[in-house]
């Protein structure tokens, strides 16, 4: 089994704020940041901490910025080999990061947005049968990638964020495994409550495995009919930017490594208690050697 994970890659500038700014608003920011960044990224480097190599496919644009998101993959051991150069500017956010840890982020498309289908074609060409596909909703043509990976029989993962009209076309039957947050679950599903939401998958994906993550209420997972519960870890949060990410990541290399869904929520959720308590994005995602030492 070799997996791919096909996402973007951003620099994240991080903004330290009071609060999150308002209409019309300007406001002193205390101290900005410039992190690797973006869910595809993030992701990557969360399954390879968590002890599954993983190939990145993505791209980045020709210049200081690429080079150095580049870089940061081979750091920490994520195959860059299929990265992409394109002319023009790499993927970028603006997070406002306030003082209760709570995030608000504009996110530029650039490269990832520039995706070709000679390309597409070029990195599905090294997949096949049972490899597993990992993506998120920030690069375009999503409904293309994700047709490709069935045809090529792939095991296809989804965390449809962010939730927006890109996602209107995709074929969500043939996903296996849904990463989805609660603000996303009641966008996709029109409903509220956790019950709701996991009826709504239920009726709609029977087949699929979904992750819903509740913030403070911890996380759960529906399988063939039966959902299993997962409380969060209590630490003081300093950034939530990469928390989700990295509870993907953590979660996919447990479950597919062979451990049971009680056990892989478990991992993540520790994983991701670790990541809150640091700054950054892809920076503060922890090892799986740190949640064995505890």
Sequence with gaps: MKVLNFGSLNVDYVYQVDHIIMPGETQSSSQRNVFAGGKGLNQSVALVKAGLPTYHAGQVGNDA??????????????????????????????????????????????????????????????????????????????????????????????????????????????????????????????????????????????????????????????????????????VETVDTTAAGDTFTGFFLSAYLGGKTIPEALKLAARASAIAVSRSGAANSIPTLSELKNE
């Design 65 to 234: 910025d690429g080079e150095m998101l580049l870089q940061v993959l081979r750091e920490h051991g994520v195959d860059t080999s299929l990265v992409n150069k394109v002319d023009g500017l790499c993927g970028h956010t603006i997070i406002q990061l306030d003082k209760y840890a709570q995030n608000s982020i504009i996110l530029f498309g650039g490269a990832n947005r520039c995706i070709s289908e000679a390309y597409r074609e070029e990195v599905f060409s090294h997949f096949g049968k049972d490899d597993v596909v990992v993506l998120q909703n920030e690069v375009n043509d999503l409904d293309k990638i994700i047709d490709k990976a069935y045809e090529k029989g792939m095991k296809i993962v989804l965390n449809p964020s962010p939730f927006d009209s890109y996602l209107d076309g995709c074929d969500w039957g043939k996903v296996d495994i849904f990463f989805i947050n609660e603000v996303e679950g009641a966008q996709i599903s029109g409903k509220e409550s956790k019950e709701e939401i996991l009826d709504w998958f239920k009726a709609h994906y029977p087949d699929a495995l979904v992750v819903l993550t509740l913030g403070s209420a911890g996380s759960c997972c529906l399988k063939n009919n039966k959902v299993y519960d997962q409380d969060i870890i209590p």
